[in-house]
């Protein structure tokens, strides 16, 4: 990576690990106290209030503090420092056992697992990139999946070291095996590139030879779930208004992290109890409940913060909270309630569906509510849910 970002709060540092350098993630990975996530794809350090200085990255730095919204550059007109030596400096202060067998020129095989598209040459080319860029933009899709379908696009031709022309139905297959080797992809994933590359193939280069390319078999799993004392707790233990707030609605209403970041103060009907949701998943309006405890709450916010637009405002104001932050407080909140379910702030949108079914609301309301197209991606609560098992006796109680 050229520049390294630091997101530091109260008590932690976070460095997402946006690009693949060997011997930069090994610097990271042998400093004290350094976590690596594998599914965020980021570090994670306590931070214990310590010098700047002792990060000591041999490239730039980017400081942001999350809390007051300050950043800091540093070694930004230094001369560069070449990493691997420095990789070496710090492994020679180490215990020679545990790194006699470390080799710096061989790729570690975790966490990266996949061929790792940033060390090899770029295929896709800038005009095929302007090219799929505007198919996407003149059918109105959304930003994320615009994103999604240029990242897979250009991620099969740097693995496959093809250009989009040489590309083959083969060579998909290839790819998407690939991707199912990798632990990090889900079978979710694997469609979503599948439907990236078909899209390319049939609008920008006019082939139609790997739309008969089988999906793969989707992933079973059923969502987890978060107990009404467990959010109680959660809750209660959040003394930040703001993100105490941002949680409230998120399971109040069962909103996506994407829609609740994207408030503004208009969307939000006091007297009428509703909240509407503008150009939510699917580009579609939708309005969803709002509770009278988060209405007396949102009442007593405005008070405290002078809101003129967006409800959560990010870093400028003028900006709102991003997906990521809001992500961050859903974790330390977690953390803070002790609670050690793997689970995302999209869990609170799931405990709002199964809560609602376990207490008997009609699961047609639950689809309006939760703006699902399709009542059979409603019905998957009902594998969740508690209410129709409630009254069922294990063997073991009749012992």
Avoid at 111 to 120: E, I, Y
């Amino acid at each position: 990576m050229d520049v390294v970002y630091l997101f530091r709060d109260s008590d932690c540092v976070r460095i997402p690990f946006t690009d693949y350098d060997p011997a930069l993630f090994r610097l990271l990975i042998f400093r004290d106290g350094a976590k690596w996530d594998n599914v965020r794809q980021e570090f994670t350090f306590k931070d214990n209030g310590s010098a700047d200085h002792c990060w000591n990255f041999p490239v730039p730095f980017v400081k942001v503090e999350e809390i007051s919204g300050s950043i800091q550059v540093f070694q930004f007109l230094e001369r560069p420092v070449n990493i691997t030596s420095n990789v070496n400096m710090l492994l020679h202060n180490l215990n020679p056992v545990s790194t006699k067998n470390i080799n710096l020129n061989k790729p570690i095989d975790s966490p990266f697992t996949f061929p790792v598209p940033s060390t090899l040459p770029e295929k896709f080319s800038g005009l095929w990139l302007k090219k799929l860029d505007a198919e996407l933009r003149s059918r109105k899709y959304s930003r994320c999946t615009q994103k999604a379908y240029i990242y897979y696009n250009r991620l099969i031709c740097r693995t496959l070291q093809k250009t989009p022309e040489e590309i083959r139905s083969c060579d998909v297959t290839e790819f998407i095996a690939l991707m199912e080797k990798d632990n990090n992809y889900t079978s979710s994933a694997m469609n979503l590139a599948l439907s990236a590359i078909k899209f390319f193939f049939r609008n920008v280069l006019k082939k139609d030879d790997i739309n008969d390319h089988h999906r793969p078999q989707k992933d079973g799993r059923l969502p987890m779930i978060l107990s009404k004392e467990e959010i109680t707790k959660m809750l209660g233990m959040e003394k930040n208004p703001k993100h105490r707030l941002l949680l409230m609605l998120v399971y109040s209403s069962g909103l996506r992290v994407s829609e609740v970041v994207a408030l503004k103060k208009e969307h939000i009907d006091l007297s009428r109890k509703v909240i509407y949701i503008r150009l939510g998943k699917g580009r579609k309006d939708r309005s969803t409940l709002l509770s009278e405890k988060a209405a007396q709450f949102i009442e007593e916010y405005y008070n405290f913060f002078e809101i003129e637009k967006w409800l959560f405002p990010g870093q400028p104001p003028t900006r709102p909270l991003s997906i990521r932050s809001a992500q961050h407080i859903f974790d330390k909140a977690l953390s803070r309630a002790g609670i050690i379910k793997r689970i995302t702030i999209h869990g609170l949108r799931h405990a709002f569906a199964t809560h609602l079914l376990e207490s008997g609301t009609d699961i047609r309301y639950i689809q309006t509510l939760l703006g699902h197209a399709n009542i059979r991606t409603t019905e998957r609560y009902t594998h969740v849910a508690r209410r129709n098992v409630l009254s069922i006796k294990s063997p073991l109680d009749t012992i």
